[in-house]
């Protein structure tokens, strides 16, 4: 019901840009990581958005898979893909690790990227924590670009 920008994160440690849908066995099977992962560093100074870029699903459809996945984090509803477009974003779940300063540190899976899944129990984040221990440390991230997979975003 608002606008938001990443101006609005400015006093952020770490920003986490998450694409996700609410109809992609994919992006759904990583949910529980996600939120757990926010509500583990949030408290530490990152911030996680989840992004909605799919033309296909409505902001409602966004709000009640929001609420139902038990995100805590904001959700928004990227209409006409703008911001996948200026990313370069291309499926759900990928993610975008911004620093204090705005500087992309990673970009890739939230985890898995050597055996994709869309199996919840199965799902796991390693690739982003270790990304994000990094930031929020201050080191470089060992590494810095992990190979996506999920649905494609439907522009």
């Known amino acids: 019901g608002r606008t938001v920008s990443l101006n609005d994160y400015a006093d952020?440690?770490?920003?986490?840009l998450m694409f996700i849908a609410t109809g992609c066995p994919y992006s759904n099977?990583?949910?529980g990581v996600m939120a757990d992962l926010a509500s583990r560093?949030?408290?530490r100074g990152a911030v996680f958005v989840g992004i909605n870029s799919n033309k296909t699903e409505s902001a409602e459809d966004v709000r009640q898979h929001a609420q139902s996945s038990g995100f805590e984090f904001v959700v928004v509803k990227d209409g006409g893909s703008a911001f996948a477009n200026e990313l370069g974003a291309q499926v759900t779940p990928e993610v975008f690790v911004l620093d204090k300063n705005g500087k992309l540190r990673y970009h890739g899976a939230i985890?898995?990227?050597?055996?994709?899944?869309?199996k919840a129990d199965e799902a796991n984040g390693d690739e982003l924590v270790q990304a994000l221990e990094s930031v929020?440390?201050?080191r470089?991230?060992?590494m810095t670009k992990t190979k996506m997979f999920g649905c494609t975003i439907k522009r």
């Open 12 to 16: 952020s440690k770490a920003v986490v």
């Open 111 to 118: 985890g898995n990227s050597r055996q994709p899944t869309t």
């Open 29 to 31: 099977a990583f949910n």
């Open 41 to 43: 560093y949030e408290p």
């Open 136 to 138: 929020l440390a201050g």
């Open 140 to 142: 470089d991230v060992p």
